[in-house]
């Protein structure tokens, strides 16, 4: 009968019958979705919904408010995700929106009994049956009687039935089942649909427990096993099928030793649980999941795979190891058989036999080795080390650095493995996936191997797929080992743990947060080694050069005390490259401004070229909604409504941070994060910076309490420099060390205005080094330098930058001038000085910088206090030491240092003083040194006179806004912080003409459309417009 009935419905899929045309049968195939209409009056409840647009209503066993407000509705985006799209999403009117009726797409779980679903005015019972195959002689029988919709669709993959309220006459559905062991339960379930309609699901059922030895052969026809709801097997020998799906209980017997169970795919579908030890009970003996290589496949999941759809469990605990890594605590030189680690081998729970991982520090390799013995922290090899590896500490004129291998164990109890032979042919693996909220994926010391799929969007080694917030999703203390594709995802879910994983050779990425919305997730404690960097430099999903150990596109996510080993990247954050997000986020969120989690005592070493790589990021205070999604993208801007910086305050922290043996630490363009407590040992460049900015929050600093340090000595790499960034702006270094020697050739320890002028650096030039208990005094200088001003620029970038301090920092003197700006030997308290401080003239009178930020109206000159010379035409000076302003064009601006209290002109013809904006110092520095910042400027023989409190309303490092105040006379009172007479008109102009940012933004999804975009009467103009 059942074959029968599924032909009658293949056949009346194929033949496109319109539903109730033929039993019920064409929708077969579909995704489980059904259109209640709701009339107007019905809605009622909806119009007071607090929702913002983009905010999830819908979606497979979404269980929060399906409500939308009156002017948006809930548009069906997949199955596992409907949101509040806004009626006038493209300048037009859905049909949703002013039809009598609103249709809303709800899902529906399946379950044993009858399944009850209630709107305000509607009542649809709906129940999926199944026919159960006799499995032994011995059987009882049920009677279930079910009350089906004239218009049902019941969807056997997804394991989820719809249906409409219309009634029908009642089936009666005998199944035929075995009984070994009985267990009456009974379960009570509330879950909402996509629609807001809230589904009771109330079953007592008796579970039948069968043991898998005891299984009849036609349990699996064909190898394809299903495990009913209702029931319970219990895996107690190895066992072969050809595919393998959960809708009952799948449970490991732990007490049994060697099972394998070898299959195509293993899915648990909602409703089920696959169990395979507990927290409780783990499973302590060795347990195997075999993925084979073979054509079954599913629509959603594809090919050999462990998976879990849904409101699913999908729980693994192997045997629990104390500590998955640890260190050397003394160095094994080459050809070394005994490792000395820094804790004891058998309190750690590692046995004889294990395979081990043993990281590089110096560059080289990291191997693979076997416990031959144990005797507290000392363990055997069978195989001697290929290279010398450090252990331990190591002492930097008196500071002790403990740069030691990591030792990973790589064995555990519970595998997850497959087919292998043509891995590294074919690149594909099996991978494990949660798809989709609800349920649980708590996967805890298994290894996973030979796992990912080059090329396949969503086939990584270990992922939770679109899941929302799913604190139940863990992986902890598991080996990953030998990933084609990644080793660790989380996509689209929040609030996950992935702690004290081991992952060795994951290509392309180790841990990855996939589309840009992925918030709150803790990433903690995990190791992440490649054995050498060429090895994981692929080419994936048409993303190249795009590999790192771990690789955040959503950064609101916890980073804390992780590894990482010989890597290309070690941790990088391209938010600038995926500017938009991916997948399901894109054009939704704008991950190069959205904030970090907290980033905390991290270590990365021996990476090829960054080790720490933060890129391009600003975090903003951006609007979210619970899912991660911009709620208003105007809110990713660079300013807010009324031109103030957008900078998230506090600052974003990067603590105790620790870099060593790399060849690059930094970033190229950064603004409102600070480190705090960074330790650099041997980069080859301690810090390289380009581009930055003022903090939003005032009492951040750039970096502070840390330490640069550099062994001459060592052989692997290493050199004394920080490489500033360039810019207009102030950049804050306070109580840093710099220990030992080897400062790098042709630059200093610290090195400003990096790139300035060039298209990867800011400018104007006019960067300001403050500089506060900066300590210098424990390093080798010999022929080095303590600053250089100018390092890999455009020639204004090694004149024009300055460094500022009021204690002993910079030798006692309050300003460094280069040493191209002969004109400031004329001035009074400045004083030519050595090679040391890079032969720059140091000052007691206060020097700051001075930007005109103007179109360009060719070299502007400036004559004053330090420019009373004539001009020198080599480069790099080209006459700016006699005042030349060269037109900066990338960002449109003029700067040049000016000493404060003093008096300058400028005379150019084509120069208008009311079109420009004139900045001078930060407001900051005010604050600092505790007196007026101020100079008087004739401009073609006009009287400017302005301070460091002047308005800087949209005023940033790369340039000002149309909406900046113009004009020379903009004086604030030093005395107070009430607004000047220009800021108050200022204010007063913002409040009848809103700027023109806020209204290019104010539809919330217009960056979704290429570029910028206004909204008019009849759709969107590209482009912004002027008001």
């Known amino acids: 009968v059942c074959r029968c009935l599924l032909l009658l419905l293949v056949q009346c899929f194929a033949a496109k019958c319109e539903p109730g045309s033929c039993s019920q049968g064409a929708a077969f195939m579909q995704m489980p979705k059904t259109k209640f209409q709701l009339s107007r009056q019905h809605q009622a409840q909806f119009n007071a919904c607090p929702k913002v647009p983009y905010e999830q209503c819908g979606g497979y066993e979404f269980k929060g408010d399906a409500c939308c407000p009156e002017d948006m509705w809930c548009m069906f985006v997949n199955g596992w995700w409907s949101h509040c799209e806004p009626c006038n999403r493209k300048g037009y009117v859905p049909e949703q929106c002013t039809s009598s009726t609103t249709t809303i797409t709800t899902t529906t779980t399946t379950t044993a009994a009858t399944t009850t679903t209630t709107t305000t005015s509607t009542t649809t019972t709906t129940t999926s049956t199944t026919a159960t195959t006799t499995i032994s002689a011995v059987s009882t029988s049920t009677t279930t009687t079910t009350s089906i919709g004239s218009t049902t669709t019941m969807n056997s993959s997804l394991g989820t039935t719809t249906g409409s309220s219309t009634a029908a006459p009642k089936t009666t559905v005998t199944t035929t089942t075995v009984t070994a062991t009985s267990i009456t339960s009974t379960s009570t379930s509330n879950v909402s649909t996509s629609a807001g309609i809230s589904t009771t699901n109330t079953a007592t059922t008796t579970d039948t427990t069968i043991k898998w030895s005891e299984l009849d052969s036609a349990a699996c026809p064909g190898g394809v096993c299903v495990v009913p709801k209702g029931q319970v097997w219990i ?322 996510n916890d980073l804390i005390k992780n590894r990482v080993v010989g890597w290309y990247f070690g941790i990088w954050t391209p938010g600038m490259r995926w500017s938009r997000g991916q997948g399901y986020a894109l054009g939704r969120v704008c991950p190069q401004y959205s904030p970090f989690g907290v980033i905390r005592g991290n270590v990365v070493h021996d990476c090829n070229r960054f080790g720490f790589y933060l890129d391009n990021q600003y975090p903003r205070n951006i609007q979210r909604d619970s899912n991660g999604y911009v709620t208003d993208m105007s809110t990713c801007d660079e300013f807010t409504a009324n031109g103030q910086d957008n900078g998230i305050v506090p600052a974003n922290l990067v603590e105790d941070q620790f870099d060593w043996h790399n060849t690059f630490v930094g970033h190229y363009s950064l603004g409102d994060v600070s480190f705090v407590r960074y330790t650099s040992v041997n980069n080859h460049h301690a810090m390289y910076w380009k581009e930055g900015k003022n903090f939003a929050d005032p009492m951040a600093h750039h970096i502070r309490d840390s330490v640069i340090a550099n062994d001459p000595s060592d052989k692997v790499e290493g050199l004394l420099n920080f490489l500033g960034p360039a810019g207009p702006f102030t950049f804050r270094m306070t109580n840093v060390s710099f220990l030992g020697g080897g400062v790098a050739p042709g630059c200093g320890m610290i090195c400003a205005g990096q790139a300035c002028g060039l298209n990867a650096g800011g400018g104007p030039c006019t960067a300001q080094y403050l500089l506060e208990k900066v300590d210098f005094s424990l390093v080798d200088i010999l022929n080095g330098r303590n600053v250089k001003i100018g390092v890999n620029s455009a020639d204004e970038g090694y004149v024009l930058p300055i460094f500022l301090a009021k204690d002993d920092s910079l030798g006692g003197h309050r300003s460094l001038v280069s040493q191209h700006l002969d004109g400031f030997a004329k001035v009074a308290g400045c004083t030519k000085l050595g090679e040391q401080w890079d032969g720059a003239y140091g000052c007691s009178s206060p020097v700051r910088r001075l930007n005109i930020w103007s179109p360009d109206v060719g070299d502007m000159w400036i004559k004053g206090p330090g420019y009373d010379v004539q001009p020198s035409w080599g480069r790099p000076v080209v006459g700016m030491n006699a005042g030349k302003m060269p037109f900066e064009p990338r960002h449109k601006g003029y700067g040049t240092p000016v000493v404060l209290g003093g008096q300058y002109s400028i005379e150019v013809q084509r120069f208008r003083s009311e079109d420009a904006v004139f ?25 400017c006179s302005f301070n460091s409190l002047s308005p800087r309303a949209y005023i940033g490092p790369k340039g000002v806004e149309s909406e900046a105040s113009r004009g020379c006379n903009l004086n604030a009172d030093t005395s107070s912080t009430a607004p000047s007479t220009s800021q108050a008109q200022q204010g007063t102009e913002l409040t009848t003409s809103p700027p023109r940012r806020a209204a290019c933004a104010a539809h919330a999804r217009c960056s979704i459309l290429s570029g910028d975009c206004c909204p008019t009467l009849s759709g969107f103009f590209l482009g912004c417009c002027d008001a």
């Open 919 to 943: 900045e001078l110092s930060d407001p900051m520095l005010t604050e600092y040194f505790q007196e007026p910042e101020n100079v008087t400027l004739m401009v073609n023989g006009k009287m």
């Open 235 to 556: 895996v107690d020998v190895s066992t072969d099928v050809e595919t393998l799906t959960v809708q009952g209980t799948l449970r490991w017997d732990v007490e049994k030793d060697g099972i394998e169970l070898r299959t195509c795919y293993l899915l648990v579908e909602p409703g089920g649980i696959l169990e395979i030890g507990t927290a409780q009970y783990p499973m302590n003996l060795q347990a195997t999941i075999y993925i084979k290589n073979c054509h079954h496949e599913h629509p959603h999941f594809g090919r050999r795979f462990a998976g879990s759809l849904g409101n699913s469990d999908f729980i693994i605990h192997g045997r629990a190891l104390n500590r998955t890594w640890t260190l050397l605590s003394v160095d094994a030189p080459q050809g070394s058989q005994e490792l000395m680690l820094k804790h004891d081998a058998e309190i750690m729970g590692w046995r004889t036999g294990d395979r081990i991982g043993l990281a590089t520090t110096t560059r080289s390799e990291s191997t693979v080795h076997r416990i031959a013995s144990i005797n507290g922290h000392s363990i055997q090899l069978t195989s001697s080390t290929l290279y010398d590896h450090w252990g331990g500490f190591r002492d930097i004129k008196g500071k002790k650095f403990e740069l030691a291998a990591e030792v990973v164990n790589l064995e555990r109890s519970v595998v997850i493995t497959g087919d292998h032979a043509d891995f590294h042919t074919s690149l594909e693996g099996l991978h494990t996936m949660k798809a989709g909220p609800g349920g649980a994926m708590d996967i805890r010391f298994a290894r996973v191997e030979y796992c990912g799929q080059r090329d396949v969007l969503a086939r990584y080694c270990m992922h939770f797929h679109q899941s929302g917030h799913c604190p139940k999703c863990i992986f902890q203390g598991n080996a990953v080992v030998e990933s084609q594709q990644v080793g660790i995802t989380i996509h689209g879910t929040h609030n996950t743990t992935v702690d004290t994983n081991v992952l060795w050779d994951t290509r392309a990425v180790g841990i990855y947060t996939e589309d840009g919305n992925e918030m709150n997730s803790t990433i903690s404690s995990n190791v992440v080694i490649c054995s050498s960097w060429e090895k994981c430099n692929i080419k994936w999903q048409q993303k190249v050069d795009q590999f790192a150990a771990i690789y955040l596109v959503g950064m609101t």
